[in-house]
């Protein structure tokens, strides 16, 4: 079974770092990309970053570039995303996705895990 679980989220405060991880399983680990998404208080999905499978190609948002870093684990069926100097605007369910398609595109994803919730507080 196809499945993506995150982890890492946490409240911090304005200026902290945050390290989430999401673990893929099944048909979920042979998707050529894996995209960080947040969700906002209105449910709507805002592309954070992502990396390719083969070549770890990485693309980042423009709010986020800079103070972000997506990377792949070792075990190829880990991918992390480290969040720096965030700000309170950085709250949010922290969602990762897989997908066939090197795109920011939330139509384009086959799979997605649940998320975690990060909150930056001043």
């Known amino acids: 079974q196809a499945q993506l679980v995150e982890s890492g989220g946490g409240a911090v405060q304005a200026g902290g770092s945050l390290r989430l991880s999401c673990v893929a399983s099944g048909r979920a680990r042979d998707m050529y990309v894996w995209s960080w998404f947040r969700q906002g208080p209105r449910n709507e999905r805002e592309f954070v970053a992502r990396i390719t499978r083969i070549g770890s190609r990485s693309t980042y948002a423009d709010a986020l570039e800079g103070r972000s870093t997506v990377s792949r684990g070792n075990a190829k069926n880990t991918v992390y995303l480290q969040l720096n100097s965030l700000k309170s605007e950085d709250t949010g369910i922290y969602l990762c996705?897989?997908?066939?398609?090197?795109?920011?595109?939330?139509?384009?994803?086959?799979?997605w895990g649940k998320g975690t919730q990060v909150t930056v507080s001043q």
């Open positions: 996705a897989a997908g066939l398609h090197d795109t920011s595109n939330t139509g384009a994803y086959t799979y």
